[in-house]
């Protein structure tokens, strides 16, 4: 049954987490929608509260930054491939609901403009590529926030949570799996979340190398989300 599922993406030419129409049923795509549809609204909202006209530039770049980033893919095991989700990084950069606003235009725009993931699904792809993996990331890294106290803490954790965040999207899309009758947990579980192991470790790598850039050029950037603390950001 794995190999079968691990045919079926390639079949497809759909990469890990970016799903296609038929993976998952009616009802957990409906599902899916509304949920992330709650997030974007409520993010949409805090945004635009929290951020001023010199602030929107700075979305459009890390936007088209991620989506450059997403379409070099890196080879990993049984076949697929994967590339830098970027959540983390834009959570950690611009904060929860700008990152959400970021990757929610990043996944449509693939959706729409190069099919990598279907429209009915794109609720799923929506939360487990955006939605979730911004929120856990964040978490992760307010979590371990009053240990940033250099440039060395700040990659560290961010790459823990760059790890945690493509983990977390696993799940999330191997539990959409088993609700939709696709594949059993047992099987979609291993699978999935053993894959995204290996991803993870390439967007804790790619995540770190790009925040270290931002901190030796534009640190002033991290003052966006203010999710770095200010002693970091001076």
Do not use: C
């Not at 409520?42 to 997403?70: D, H, K, S, T």
């Not at 080879?75 to 491939?81: E, F, I, L, Y």
């Not at 106290?149 to 539990?175: F, K, N």
């Amino acid at each position: 049954m794995t190999r079968i599922y691990w045919n079926l993406f390639r079949a497809t030419g759909i990469r890990p987490l970016h799903a296609p129409d038929g993976f998952f049923s009616i009802a957990v795509s409906s599902v899916s929608w509304g949920v992330a549809a709650i997030f974007i609204f409520a993010a949409l909202r805090v945004a635009g509260r929290q951020l001023n006209e010199r602030m929107v530039p700075a979305l459009g770049v890390f936007a088209a930054f991620i989506f450059a980033a997403q379409m070099f893919n890196f080879p990993v095991a049984a076949g697929t491939s994967g590339h830098l989700v970027g959540a983390a990084l834009a959570a950690i950069v611009l904060g929860p609901a700008a990152a959400l606003i970021v990757m929610v235009a990043v996944v449509s725009f693939q959706a729409v403009m190069f099919q990598d993931g279907g429209l009915v699904v794109m609720g799923a792809n929506m939360l487990n590529m955006a939605v979730i993996p911004v929120f856990v990331a964040y978490g992760v890294f307010r979590a371990g926030r009053p240990f940033v106290r250099s440039h060395g803490s700040l990659i560290g954790l961010a790459g823990a949570a760059a790890w945690l965040s493509v983990e977390a999207g696993a799940l999330a899309a191997t539990v959409q799996l088993s609700l939709s009758g696709t594949s059993p947990f047992s099987v979609a579980a291993p699978a999935m979340l053993g894959v995204h192991a290996l991803i993870g470790i390439g967007e804790g790598l790619i995540t770190a190398a790009a925040l270290t850039v931002v901190y030796n050029s534009r640190r002033e950037l991290f003052r966006i989300g203010r999710v770095v603390p200010e002693a970091v950001v001076k």
